[in-house]
């Protein structure tokens, strides 16, 4: 069982929704970060956060909006999104900002 | 150019070869190599964490950093048919102000072991 969980495991949703994906790291580390993963293309930094403020912030679409209430919990809240926003999204953990990230298992989303 | 170079593949050898996987990049202040292994439906695994040159062997797993060639490679000796799966190389930097940046991801090459 990986330290990090992240929920739901799959998503469909219509472009019009809102929806919050989640994850949770049981490992004590200070960093948290969202990545998207598309086919065909490298790991993508969205969000990271390091001691609960947000460090970095890579051109993403103000249609995803971070949140990380505490160190062991992140959301990433969804609305209005494209068909093109379909891919995996993975939470990671670190101990500190760029250490080795563990990985949770991911959500995978289908905008439709 | 893009910074991080890998082959998709897929890759596919018999079970019990040596299997060469390998990363080229381009920015030469890239410090911190590492490779992850993903399964699929899974998120990736750190396998293997190298600082600088020089190669570094846990098990039937070896990683070699040439950073004069900008190029590093992970072995698998012996290889299984559990050994099929994404490996993704990664890198960083150590940032003028002593922290790192971000890792920077290969694409990934998938691996198929064929008993």
């Known amino acids: 069982e990986t330290g990090v969980t992240q929920t739901p495991r799959h998503l469909v949703m219509g472009m019009t929704n809102k929806k919050s994906l989640k994850c949770e790291q049981h490992?004590?580390?200070?960093?948290m970060y969202w990545y998207k993963q598309s086919a065909k293309k490298p790991l993508e930094l969205m969000f990271v956060?390091?001691?609960?403020?947000?460090?970095e912030n890579n051109s993403v679409p103000s249609r995803f909006s971070p949140e990380c209430p505490n160190s062991s919990h992140l959301f990433l809240h969804l609305h209005t999104l494209q068909p093109e926003d379909s891919a995996l999204y993975l939470c990671?953990?670190?101990?500190?900002?760029?250490?080795?990230?563990?990985f949770g298992n991911g959500t995978r989303l289908t905008v439709t | 150019q893009k910074e991080v170079e890998q082959d998709p593949g897929p890759l596919s050898v018999p079970e019990g070869a040596i299997v060469s996987l390998n990363c080229t990049y381009s920015?030469?202040?890239?410090?911190?190599f590492m490779w992850y292994r993903q399964y699929s439906r899974k998120g990736p695994e750190l396998l293997m964490y190298?600082?600088?040159?020089g190669n570094k062997e846990d098990g039937r797993f070896t990683a070699q950093v040439d950073k004069s060639s900008k190029y590093i490679s992970l072995f698998i000796r012996d290889s299984q048919p559990s050994d099929s799966a994404t490996y993704l190389c990664?890198?960083?930097?150590?940032?003028?102000?002593?922290?790192?940046?971000?890792?920077?991801f290969g694409k990934g090459t998938h691996l198929i072991i064929q008993p």
């Open positions: 956060y390091s001691l609960e403020e947000r460090v």
């Open positions: 190298t600082y600088s040159s």
């Open positions: 990671a953990s670190s101990k500190h900002w760029n250490s080795p990230l563990h």
């Open positions: 990664a890198m960083t930097t150590i940032n003028s102000g002593g922290g790192a940046d971000g890792l920077t």
């Open positions: 490992l004590g580390h200070n960093a």
């Open positions: 920015n030469s202040a890239f410090q911190y």
